[in-house]
């Protein structure tokens, strides 16, 4: 140590622009994600049309990539705190990459599925380790960098629909798979090349008790809550572009209605923050299925206006049911396992948007939309039985 250096555990100015940089790895890998999810659905109808595909090709199309992300999410959760997480999270932002690549270059429907299967796994692997090394080069401040990582998300996810119809136009799917893959070659650069903060060894831990999550019911209710409000979410955001396609509707206004959904979760999310607590969260969770149910009635009509209405109503709904649930699982998780009760939640998600789409890709419009308001009733039990009070003992 030198005079001039009276502080040595301060990092030198080189190193610590160097972390500093280290967090928008993560954040593009965010972006590409979200792009992910608001883009396709858009994208599907000319799919469709290049490829000549019917609707339970195309549904496979969609769904092979949610059940590709259920698998991962497992593999990034069990391996994420076994092994250095940002070797995990880059091996994840690699096979994200390569699965847009592929996509970018498909000339059938074969190589659609094998590519949304690749990139789905690299997504369920690295997403829900974005906030863990986000908190990790912030750890002054883990609440304000997780608030702004959720803000541009719902902003990305709102505004990206809009500008990619409006500037390059759903026609040209594959510049939009293109994209998505320079934004992740970006991310992986970053994360290879900044300095790792992998913290030291912790003391070994004892091993949990899996078996303790299947005694905890008002957990499964939860999931229960979720796997049916995401499937609800799911099948509108599968169903409504093709719907308006094959009505004659213009790409961009397929995008604004599309991008009045994102922009009411996100702005809706960040006026919810500080109202999820332990006397709100009920009467919360209890309006996200009847605005979902509501908004998918509504969106069977042709009117533009209501369309509107409609994809506000379930960008509401899904505000409502998104930041609230996992509250919940939190709560009721056993102890020690927080992470895989977390897993279980996004592989909940997931399945049940992909037996949502699965079942009615080819049902009437008038029948699917039952089914659902069926399956947002089932979600409204749940709420009622996971904050029932127990009877006391006489």
């Not at 769904?63 to 999410?73: D, E, F, L, P, R």
Request: proline residues 6%; charged residues 10%.
């Amino acid at each position: 140590m030198t005079a001039s250096d009276p502080n040595p555990s301060t990092p030198y100015p080189a190193a610590r622009r160097m972390a500093e940089t280290a967090v928008y790895g993560p954040v593009v890998a965010q972006i590409a994600f979200v792009m992910e999810l608001t883009l396709v659905p858009l994208l599907l109808p000319s799919m469709r049309t290049q490829f000549d595909l019917s609707l339970s090709e195309l549904a496979w199309v969609f769904n092979s990539y949610s059940i590709a992300v259920a698998i991962g999410v497992l593999v990034g959760g069990l391996f994420g705190d076994t092994f250095r997480t940002t070797r995990v999270f880059g091996f994840g932002v690699f096979a994200f990459l390569a699965g847009s690549v592929l996509l970018a270059v498909s000339t059938n429907a074969e190589m659609l599925i094998a590519g949304r299967m690749l990139q789905g796994f690299g997504a369920g692997v690295f997403s829900p380790l974005v906030p863990v090394l986000l908190v990790r080069h912030a750890p002054e401040k883990p609440g304000r960098m997780l608030i702004l990582w959720g803000s541009l998300a719902g902003y990305v996810a709102a505004f990206a629909p809009l500008a990619y119809s409006g500037i390059i136009g759903m026609e040209n799917w594959n510049t939009a798979f293109g994209l998505i893959a320079v934004l992740a070659a970006m991310s992986l650069l970053v994360v290879v090349g900044a300095p790792t903060s992998e913290p030291a060894s912790e003391a070994p831990r004892d091993k949990p008790e899996y078996s303790a999550i299947f005694r905890a019911p008002k957990l499964w209710l939860t999931l229960a809550y979720v796997f049916f409000t995401y499937g609800a979410i799911t099948y509108f955001l599968f169903r409504l572009p093709l719907w308006l396609s094959e009505t004659g509707v213009e790409t961009i206004s397929i995008g604004i209605i599309m991008s009045a959904m994102w922009l009411t979760f996100s702005v809706l999310s960040a006026l919810l923050r500080n109202k999820v607590d332990q006397d709100h969260v009920q009467i919360i969770m209890l309006a996200a299925p009847v605005l979902i149910a509501v908004g998918l009635l509504l969106s069977l009509n042709s009117s533009t206006l209501l369309l509107v209405f409609s994809a506000i109503l379930v960008g509401a709904g899904l505000a409502c049911s998104n930041a609230p649930s996992t509250q919940l699982i939190l709560r009721h998780a056993p102890q020690g396992l927080r992470a895989v009760s977390t897993s279980l939640d996004i592989t909940l998600a997931r399945l049940g948007g992909i037996l949502a789409v699965a079942v009615f890709a080819e049902t009437s419009a008038f029948s699917a939309a039952l089914a659902i308001c069926a399956a947002c009733f089932v979600a409204a039990l749940c709420t009622f039985a996971v904050f029932r009070r127990p009877v006391p003992n006489n």
